[in-house]
């Protein structure tokens, strides 16, 4: 069985890294598109850089929880079987053990570099004076997907979730394409589907099942009914 599984800020919030949407989430906080769009780091590149820095620090201290850990053991027990996707920008996968998940909205310790397309590790605030290692260029940013901007690795995304015979959504809120159409595509090819939340989304209908909880434990709990 070829399993896809997707996972959205629901997976990460009880290793205590905000949700975006619900009453509380960062989009609440913050306008979008001052620090999340192209435009806004255009206008006010150190407003953006202080934003994900707070971002980068957060996830440098979180540790993985129980959700994280089960998708890992998933990963080691299916293989080449499960694609494992995630909306998060953190590293709590792999922290986790997971060495193939996709990050389709790109990482938080990853710095791209706006001049070359370089991309390198970086765990450490950014700001205008960064460097980049390849070209020396003054031209470091955030490796995120903003609004506006394509995510990464679809092209291995549609091809997963065409051979899939089961895609998971775990902890997000589905309102965000293209990651939102994902189990519209899956049901089109057959493929059963199953949503795995804290509560009800707008989207829960889309779907065949869905499993109500926090993450740490309805994500372990469904991993061992299948390994």
Same mark, same amino acid.
């Given at each position: 069985?070829?399993?896809?599984?997707?996972?959205?800020?629901?997976?990460?919030?009880?290793?205590?890294?905000?949700?975006?949407?619900?009453?509380?989430?960062?989009?609440?906080?913050?306008?979008?598109?001052?620090?999340?769009?192209?435009?806004?780091?255009?206008?006010?590149?150190?407003?953006?850089?202080?934003?994900?820095?707070?971002?980068?620090?957060?996830?440098? #201290? /979180?540790?993985?929880?129980?959700?994280?850990?089960?998708?890992? $053991?998933?990963?080691? *027990?299916? %293989?080449?079987?499960? =694609?494992?996707?995630?909306?998060?920008?953190?590293?709590?996968?792999?922290?986790?053990?997971?060495?193939?998940?996709?990050?389709?909205?790109?990482?938080?310790?990853?710095?791209?570099?706006?001049?070359?397309?370089?991309?390198?590790?970086?765990?450490?605030?950014?700001?205008?004076?960064?460097?980049?290692?390849?070209?020396?260029?003054?031209?470091?940013?955030?490796?995120?997907?903003?609004?506006?901007?394509?995510?990464?690795?679809?092209?291995?995304?549609?091809?997963?979730?065409? #051979? /899939?015979?089961?895609?998971?959504?775990?902890?997000?809120?589905? $309102?965000?394409?293209? *990651?939102? %159409?994902?189990?519209? =595509?899956?049901?089109?090819?057959?493929?059963?589907?199953?949503?795995?939340?804290?509560?009800?989304?707008?989207?829960?209908?889309?779907?065949?099942?869905?499993?109500?909880?926090?993450?740490?434990?309805?994500?372990?709990?469904?991993?061992?009914?299948?390994?």
């Amino acid at each position: 069985m070829k399993l896809v599984v997707l996972s959205g800020a629901g997976l990460s919030a009880e290793s205590g890294l905000g949700t975006f949407r619900d009453k509380d989430g960062l989009w609440t906080k913050y306008d979008l598109s001052e620090v999340a769009t192209p435009e806004g780091f255009a206008a006010d590149p150190d407003k953006v850089f202080a934003f994900y820095n707070a971002r980068r620090r957060n996830a440098v #201290e /979180a540790q993985p929880n129980a959700a994280h850990y089960a998708l890992a $053991e998933l990963e080691k *027990a299916l %293989g080449d079987d499960l =694609t494992l996707v995630t909306q998060n920008v953190d590293d709590l996968l792999e922290r986790a053990g997971a060495t193939s998940a996709i990050h389709m909205h790109g990482e938080l310790m990853s710095a791209l570099c706006s001049e070359c397309g370089h991309r390198e590790p970086w765990r450490g605030d950014l700001d205008a004076t960064s460097v980049c290692n390849a070209c020396g260029a003054r031209a470091l940013r955030p490796d995120v997907v903003w609004f506006g901007e394509t995510p990464y690795h679809l092209d291995r995304i549609y091809a997963a979730l065409e #051979e /899939a015979d089961l895609f998971v959504s775990i902890g997000t809120s589905g $309102e965000v394409y293209p *990651a939102a %159409g994902f189990v519209q =595509t899956a049901d089109q090819v057959g493929a059963k589907t199953l949503e795995i939340n804290l509560a009800p989304t707008d989207g829960s209908r889309l779907f065949d099942r869905r499993i109500l909880g926090p993450a740490s434990e309805t994500v372990p709990a469904w991993v061992k009914t299948l390994i």
